[in-house]
C-alpha cells in the first residue's frame, strides 16, 4: 500500500454561514484555520438522499452518516425503509406484525413506544399513526402510547404540535368500545432513551414510568408539558418523566403478556429499553414482578447480539465495507472514541455488525464517557482520545486509523452557545497534536464529518431566533493532509459514501465495483 491513512470524524462540524450562531466559526480554531488556507479539501453531503434517507429535507445523523463513510456506498436507510415497508404492507405481513396484533385482538393491550416528532433520525410520528391506524382495521380494541418528547431532532419546544396530532389521530380510533390513548412520557435525554450504557438510570427510570405507571400523574400529555415547562423552564428533550391517569388511577401499565412495539428505527437509544423488555437474564435494574410480553423493535437494532429477538422490518443488509476490504488486503487498523460515539467508528462503521471482520488485523478501544451533563464538561474525553491516537500513529503498526471526536454533535445538542465554542476549540487542539505525530511517523491525515450540528446552534423562524439543538442540513468538509505529496480534489458533488473509496484510491487498493467514486 502507498502511505498510511488516519482519518478523523469531528462529529457534528458542517459547515455553517459563519454568523453568531456557527460556533464552529465564532470558536478560535488555528489548526482548521491553516487546513482549509493550505491544504486541498471540499465540502460532502451528509445528509437526506446521501445517505439514503427519504429527502434532502431530512437531517443526517451519525449512524447513517458512519454507515455511508464505512462502506462507500448508500443504502436505504431508517425512515426511508421503514417508509417503503409501510407503503408495500410488507410490515403488516411481517410474522412478528401478525403474531402480536393476534395477541391484542385476543384481549392484551398493544402498547407503542418511542420518540413522538417527525425529526426522521430515530422515529416519524407518521409511522406510529400508520401503525395504530393498521392495529384498529384488525380489530385491536386497547392501544396505549408511551411518548418520549424530542426538542433535538425537532425545535426544542415543539412536543406539544405532536401531542395535538397524536392526540387527534387518537380521538378518530375511540370509537366502538376501544381505548386508545396516551398513557405515559418524558424527554428523550431524561427516561429511556440512553445508549451504549452510559446511563442506565435513564432506562430504569423510563421502566417505572411506562411499564409500572409510576411518577407524577396529569390529567393529559399537554398538561404534564405545559405544568412542567412552568415549573422548570427546560427545553422538550428534558422533560421530567409523567404519567397519564383517569380518575386517579393511570391509564395503562404495559401488563405481563400484552403486545410492545418499540417504533424507533435509529439503533443506539433503543437498545438498552429492548434488552430490558427482551431478556429473561436482565441485571442492570429490578424489573419488579415481570414475566415478560411479547416485544418488537422497529428494526432490529443489532443484528449480531439479536437486539430484540423480534422486529417488523428487514434492516438493510450491508455488505463491502472498507474494513472488509483493509482486512482482505491484510492491513492493521485501529479505532478509537468514547462511549457516546465508540459504536459509530465499530458497529455502524462496519455495516451495523457487532464485533470485527478479523481479530487479527482490527484493534479497537473505548474511552469509558463520564455521565455529566455535555455541557458542563464540553472537552469531554477529547484530550485521552488524542492520546490514544498520538499512541496508535507512534506505534507505526497500523495502515489505518480512524477516532471521532464526539464533542460538535453532543455539546451542540443541548444547545449552550459557549460549551459548544469551547468544544470545537478543544477539538481543534485535538486535531494539531494529531497532524505532528503524523508529520513525524509518516501518514496522510484526512478530516471529515458525519453530519453538522455546531454548526448551526441558532435558527431563525416568523422573525424569532431561537436556540437551535437538532442537527443541520449542511455539508461537512472534507481535507486532504499530507506534508508528501499534493493530492487533488477532483471536481464534482459528493457524500459521504465518496469518502471510502477515496482512502483505498489514496492506499493504491482496488475499491469493489459497487462502490461510489473517489474524489482524487
Known amino acids: 500500500m502507498e502511505k498510511p491513512i488516519v482519518l478523523v470524524i469531528m462529529d457534528g462540524v458542517g459547515k455553517g454561514d459563519g454568523g453568531s450562531g456557527d460556533a464552529v466559526a465564532v470558536a478560535k480554531t488555528p489548526t482548521l484555520d491553516r487546513l482549509f488556507a493550505k491544504c486541498p479539501y471540499t465540502y460532502v453531503k451528509a445528509h437526506g438522499t446521501a445517505v439514503g434517507l427519504p429527502s434532502d429535507e431530512d437531517m443526517g445523523n451519525s449512524e447513517v452518516g458512519h454507515n455511508a463513510l464505512g462502506c462507500g456506498q448508500v443504502y436505504s436507510q431508517g425512515a426511508k425503509l421503514v417508509g417503503e415497508s409501510i407503503e408495500s404492507g410488507s410490515l403488516y405481513e411481517s410474522a412478528t406484525w401478525k403474531d402480536l396484533i393476534a395477541n391484542a385482538v385476543a384481549g392484551h393491550a398493544l402498547h407503542f413506544m418511542g420518540l413522538l416528532s417527525d425529526g426522521n433520525v430515530h422515529s416519524n410520528i407518521a409511522h406510529l399513526i400508520a401503525l395504530l391506524k393498521q392495529a384498529r382495521a384488525e380489530g385491536v380494541k386497547k392501544a ?164 430484540p429477538e423480534q422486529y417488523l422490518v428487514q434492516p438493510p443488509v450491508i455488505k463491502n465495507t472498507l474494513t472488509e476490504v483493509l482486512c482482505k488486503a491484510g492491513i492493521q487498523e485501529y479505532a478509537v472514541s468514547e462511549t457516546q460515539k465508540y459504536g459509530h467508528v465499530t458497529y455502524f462503521w462496519n455495516g451495523n455488525r457487532s464485533g470485527k471482520v478479523c481479530e487479527e488485523l482490527e484493534t479497537y478501544e473505548e474511552i469509558p464517557s463520564d455521565v455529566i451533563p455535555f455541557e458542563q464538561a464540553p472537552a469531554m474525553k477529547s484530550r485521552e482520545i488524542t492520546q490514544k491516537m498520538v499512541e496508535a500513529i507512534a506505534s507505526q503498526k497500523y495502515g489505518f486509523i480512524r477516532c471521532n471526536y464526539p464533542n460538535g454533535d453532543m455539546v451542540g445538542h443541548t444547545g449552550v452557545m459557549d460549551a459548544v465554542v469551547y468544544a470545537m476549540e478543544c477539538v481543534d487542539s485535538g486535531l494539531q497534536e494529531i497532524l505532528t505525530a503524523a ?41 486532504i493532509y499530507d506534508k508528501d505529496r499534493d493530492w487533488t480534489i477532483k471536481d464534482g458533488t459528493y457524500g459521504l459514501a465518496n469518502v471510502a473509496p477515496t482512502i483505498v484510491k489514496m492506499m493504491g487498493l482496488t475499491a469493489p465495483e459497487c462502490w461510489e467514486e473517489s474524489m482524487v
Not at 166 to 176: G, K, Y
Not at 216 to 231: L, N, P
Not at 458 to 467: A, I, N, P
Open 144 to 307: 396505549y402510547c408511551h411518548i418520549l418528547l424530542d426538542g433535538r431532532d425537532v425545535p426544542a419546544t415543539s412536543a406539544l404540535d405532536y401531542v395535538n396530532q397524536l392526540e387527534a389521530v387518537l380521538a378518530e380510533l375511540n370509537t366502538e368500545g376501544c381505548d386508545y390513548a396516551i398513557a405515559s412520557g418524558g424527554g428523550r435525554m431524561q427516561v429511556t432513551m440512553d445508549r451504549y450504557e452510559a446511563n442506565w438510570g435513564m432506562v430504569e427510570l423510563g421502566w417505572r414510568t411506562h411499564v409500572q405507571a409510576q411518577g407524577r400523574m396529569f390529567a393529559s400529555a399537554a398538561e404534564a408539558i405545559e405544568t412542567y415547562r412552568a415549573e422548570t423552564g427546560v427545553i422538550d428533550q428534558d422533560l421530567p418523566a409523567f404519567v397519564i391517569g383517569r380518575n386517579g388511577k393511570p391509564v395503562a401499565k404495559i401488563e405481563n403478556g400484552d403486545s410492545v412495539i418499540l417504533f424507533n428505527f435509529r439503533g443506539d437509544r433503543a437498545q438498552e429499553i429492548s434488552l430490558a423488555f427482551d431478556r429473561k437474564d436482565f441485571d442492570k435494574f429490578d424489573r419488579g414482578d415481570y414475566t415478560g410480553v411479547k416485544f418488537a423493535g422497529m428494526l432490529q437494532y443489532d443484528g449480531d447480539l439479536n437486539i
Open 439 to 479: 508529520d513525524r511517523y509518516g501518514y496522510t491525515v484526512l478530516i471529515t464529518a458525519d453530519h453538522g450540528n455546531a454548526d448551526q446552534m441558532t435558527e431563525t423562524k416568523k422573525g424569532k431566533t431561537s436556540v437551535r439543538t437538532a442537527h443541520s442540513l449542511n455539508p461537512v468538509p472534507f481535507i
